[in-house]
């Protein structure tokens, strides 16, 4: 057997006093061997960040190692002495994060970041540092290595930052690699390359990945081995194909059988009266533009058309930037396009005058994609659900009526009413917002990335009451996404955008089994876990 | 969050300080009927020198404790009343200039960029030469030239607050926009607002005493200011004259300033020096 490069033992992280419970991380124990990527599967709170802060010693204050060993290179990096760990932090162990805009410092250019990690361990000199800046950042496949060195961080997509913070992490060679949800931030296509990348570089330098994420398609990329932790305790571990084919713990079970998978529903007959129709719209930004310089122009959306059935889903798929959120904003007109129409029940919205729009707002209504700030902090539940309907005129005891008996339709229970935003669970905010767009009788729900900020297991059940409400109230909806597997499953039909331009419209069947675009034919490819998913397909 | 203020020792001895000023305010009329302008001794008593006049008398023979009592009214109301005048004119302009932007922001903050050019304490004097120096006016003078940080910091705030999706929601449900401004928008910057305030009570207390200071009080009432201003002259022959109202107008911003940080690290938890430690 070979030495492992980490091996944690016992690793428990105590909480402060009052959080929901004591320990973040209990009783942890694994081993990562030299070459090997694990994987550390969990939702949100399962501790497997504070795995990754502990060994780095950054973790917060009011939170401290309670117990445990991490023996690494013959030393026991929990114990070590805050300069040891200095010392060891980006030479020995590196780490890259989930938000590569807030990780690269914005003042500093790429390769001036870069060559610091040599600075701060007192490598090389000046001149060879730069050289080697350049080197890393051709290694990590960075565009025109020359002008990357001399770019601020602002001037780089995300996908870009986080290479170039892959970059910074290969700088002293570590011998462990953490990252921490290095692909979340990322679109698909984007992500499917960083995997690549770092599936590379482990191969070329031989080093352990300690890779955390909640995602298991990215798991099925490029797992060797998996950990399954929940609330602080490892649930399972075992190699990646045994963990993904045959789980033994029913909370595994739980979590992949939660995965919106690549299966499609049952497609449903469609009615032909339009909710929605859009009709050539166009929306363009304009940036920049003074006396020396030219205006920038971003066609948000370009001449695009499409219709919503009433009692169908519609699912707007695109990467960020691709002008789906802009659509469904102009749908609701919170934007007001620059020409085109957006027909709702045969009124067209974009044309209304402000005082004739408020009158006609109730017909479309939006669920938001920030379960936190989608709702106002210090308004009690039921007065954000009433606002709408009782400035319809609605009378109070009426409409307070209506939002009782709708929080029991999206599972709440009437009791909720009376409290305020924050005793509440992202999930349970998700379906908040869902009654007060409910609130209103909307003709059309654009829901813009509705259950993109969710854990997979909530995100199911979100989708499940989507799904619900859709055949017990014949809805309309315009479902957002970024997520092929999410929109597969719910969506009637699904819209593919890119750059502003409508590529592709056709069933889910059509564009999951015969895609006729290739830029398509590329996000289906790029889906985490694709292979994994089909194989399973097959098999079942 | 009242547990977070209430752990902060700095603040409750804040409170405690304040507490006291407010009592010692309350009760002057109680404690000295005869008011602070009556003689009651020779001049210039050392403190502790006759029984009944701890401070000592001034120039005038007056009782400097009795002085003392009445002015901490005055400078109490002053700074009160003109943070709250400063208020009522910097929240409205500020959170019309946030919210509404484009020509309504460039013009509220061309206006507020008029008083900010000017210096506080020129203004203050200027408009309190031109008006009567009473209570009244230097309220108002005092409220005129410490309103326009009031507006910025609103106006940072509403314009963050706005962005916010639950507004976007509000306006879905088809609120209007003066409406969205106050149920929506506004409730979201009050804890800022609340810290922001308690601080210009302090300033306020010390542009008071400067005014008076200079003589330009209200010369029907006792304040620290007045004291220390009167007193200068025979600073080296009775020292008590100046240093209790100096000790006093310390202690009262020192307390103001104490409860601001207080409440800071209370409302904004994310922001405490503390927790970084």
Same mark, same amino acid.
């Given at each position: 057997m ?48 504070m =795995? @990754?802060?502990a ?6 204050? /009011?939170?401290?190692?309670?117990? +445990? ?9 929990l ?5 040891d760990?200095?010392?060891?932090? /980006?030479e ?10 807030t990780?690269?410092n ?17 490598r ?12 890393l950042i ?11 060195i001399?770019a ?11 290479r ?21 931030a ?5 992500q ?27 798991v %099925? ?6 950990i ?10 075992g ?19 939660a ?9 449903r ?20 533009? /003074?006396?020396?310089?030219p205006v920038r122009e ?13 009692g ?49 707002r109730?017909k ?17 539940i039921?007065?954000a ?7 319809? +005129?609605?009378p109070?005891a009426?409409?307070?009526?209506r939002?009782?008996?709708?929080l ?11 409290r ?37 297991s ?7 009451l989507?799904?619900d409400?859709?055949?017990?109230l ?6 957002? =996404? ?10 009637? *039909? ?9 590529v592709?419209?056709? =069933?889910?069947?059509e ?26 397909? %097959?098999?079942? | ?11 409750m ?14 009760? @002057? ?18 403190p502790?020198?006759?029984? +009944? ?8 023979? *007056?009782?400097?404790? @009795? ?14 009343v ?7 004119i910097?929240?409205?302009?500020g959170?019309?200039?946030?919210f ?7 013009g ?14 020129a ?16 309220t ?5 030239v410490?309103?326009?940080?009031v507006?910025?910091l ?6 963050s ?28 910057t ?7 305030a308690?601080?210009?009570? @302090? =300033? ?12 330009l ?10 004291m ?6 025979v ?10 109202? /100096?000790?006093?107008i ?12 207080g ?7 994310h ?7």
């Amino acid at each position: 057997m070979k030495k492992p490069a980490l091996s944690i033992e016992n690793l428990s992280i105590g909480l402060p006093q009052g959080a929901d419970r004591d320990f973040a991380v209990e009783n942890l124990s694994f081993a990562i061997e030299k070459g090997e990527i694990l994987c550390v599967v969990g939702e949100s709170g399962s501790g497997k960040s504070m =795995t @990754a802060n502990a060994l780095m010693g950054l973790l917060p204050p /009011g939170v401290d190692v309670r117990g +445990g060993k991490a023996r690494f290179e013959g030393q026991d990096v929990l114990a070590l002495p805050e300069t040891d760990k200095q010392a060891m932090r /980006g030479e020995r162990i590196a780490m890259i994060f989930q938000e590569p805009m807030t990780a690269l410092n914005p003042l500093m250019r790429i390769g001036d970041q870069i060559a610091e990690v040599f600075a701060a361990h007192n490598r090389l000199t000046t001149p060879e540092r730069r050289n080697r800046a350049l080197e890393l950042i051709r290694e990590v496949g960075l565009p025109d290595p020359e002008k990357i060195i001399r770019a601020y961080p602002f001037q780089l997509s995300g996908g870009q930052r986080q290479r170039a913070m892959i970059a910074m992490a290969l700088a002293l060679e570590p011998k462990l690699l953490i990252a921490d949800e290095p692909t979340t931030a990322l679109d698909v296509t984007t992500q499917a390359q960083i995997l690549k990348l770092i599936l590379n570089l482990r191969e070329k330098h031989g080093m352990a990945v300690m890779f955390i994420t909640h995602d298991f398609g990215v798991v %099925a990329e490029i797992a060797d081995q998996v950990i399954v932790m929940q609330e602080g305790k490892m649930v399972e571990r075992g190699p990646a194909q045994q963990v993904l084919v045959t789980p033994e713990h029913p909370y595994t079970q739980r979590l992949l059988d939660a995965i919106p998978t690549g299966k499609l529903p049952q497609a449903r007959p469609l009615g032909t009266v339009p909710a929605l129709e859009i009709k050539s719209l166009r929306k363009t930004y304009r940036t920049g533009g /003074g006396l020396f310089k030219p205006v920038r122009e971003v066609h948000a959306i370009d001449n695009v058309s499409l219709s919503v059935a009433r009692g169908e889903v519609l699912g707007l798929v695109g990467e960020s930037g691709s002008g789906k959120s802009t659509l469904g904003r102009t749908a609701v007109r919170l934007v007001t396009p620059d020409s085109g129409q957006v027909l709702v029940g045969g009124v067209d919205i974009a044309a209304l005058s402000e005082e004739e729009l408020r009158k006609e707002r109730h017909k479309v209504q939006m669920v938001f994609q920030d379960p936190y700030a989608s709702l106002n902090p210090r308004q009690k539940i039921i007065s954000a659900i009433t606002g709408g309907p009782i400035t319809r +005129g609605v009378p109070r005891a009426k409409a307070e009526e209506r939002a009782r008996e709708l929080l029991e339709v999206v599972g709440l229970g009437a009791d909720a009413a009376t409290r305020y935003p924050h005793e509440f669970s992202g999930g349970q905010r998700q379906r908040i917002g869902i009654a007060r767009a409910l609130a209103m009788d909307p003709e059309l729900i654009v829901a813009d990335e509705a259950v993109s900020a969710l854990d997979v297991s909530i995100q199911a059940q979100v989708l499940d009451l989507l799904r619900d409400l859709r055949s017990r109230l014949d809805l309309s909806i315009l479902f957002i =996404t970024h997520d092929l597997r999410v929109a597969a499953q719910l969506c009637d *039909r699904i819209a593919v955008m890119q750059k502003g331009k409508l590529v592709e419209i056709g =069933t889910v069947h059509e564009i999951f089994q015969s895609p006729k675009q290739a830029y398509t034919r590329q996000l289906l490819a790029a889906v985490p876990g694709a292979d994994w998913q089909r194989e399973e397909a %097959a098999t079942a | 969050m009242w547990k977070r203020f209430r752990s902060n020792i700095g603040a409750m001895v804040g409170v405690a300080i304040l507490l006291a000023v407010i009592l010692i305010a309350v009760c @002057a009329p109680l404690i000295y009927p005869h008011g602070p302008w009556q003689m009651v001794q020779r001049p210039f008593l050392p403190p502790m020198s006759v029984d +009944g006049l701890p401070l000592g008398t001034d120039t005038l023979g *007056r009782n400097v404790a @009795a002085q003392l009592a009445y002015g901490a009214q005055v400078s109490l109301l002053v700074g009160l009343v003109s943070t709250i005048v400063a208020l009522l004119i910097g929240v409205p302009l500020g959170a019309v200039a946030g919210f509404y932007g484009n020509w309504v922001d460039e013009g509220a903050m061309r206006f507020t960029e008029f008083f900010q050019t000017i210096p506080n304490f020129a203004l203050a004097i200027v408009l309190v030469a031109i008006f009567e120096p009473t209570l009244a006016s230097i309220t108002l003078a005092i409220a005129i030239v410490s309103w326009p940080p009031v507006a910025r910091l609103v106006r940072a705030e509403v314009m963050s607050v706005r962005k916010r999706e639950f507004v976007d929601a509000a306006t879905l449900a088809g609120l209007s926009r003066p409406k969205i401004l106050i149920t929506q928008v506004l409730p979201n910057t009050v804890s800022p607002i609340i810290v922001m305030a308690s601080l210009m009570v @302090a =300033t306020a207390i010390l542009l008071e005493s400067s005014l008076s200071f200079l003589g330009l009080g209200d010369p029907n009432a006792m304040s620290w200011g007045y004291m220390i201003g009167a007193a200068r002259t025979v600073i080296r022959t009775s020292w008590w004259l100046s240093f209790f109202p /100096g000790i006093a107008i310390v202690l009262t911003v020192l307390a103001l300033n104490l409860i601001g940080e207080g409440l800071n690290d209370a409302l904004n938890p994310h922001l405490s020096r503390k927790g970084r430690a």
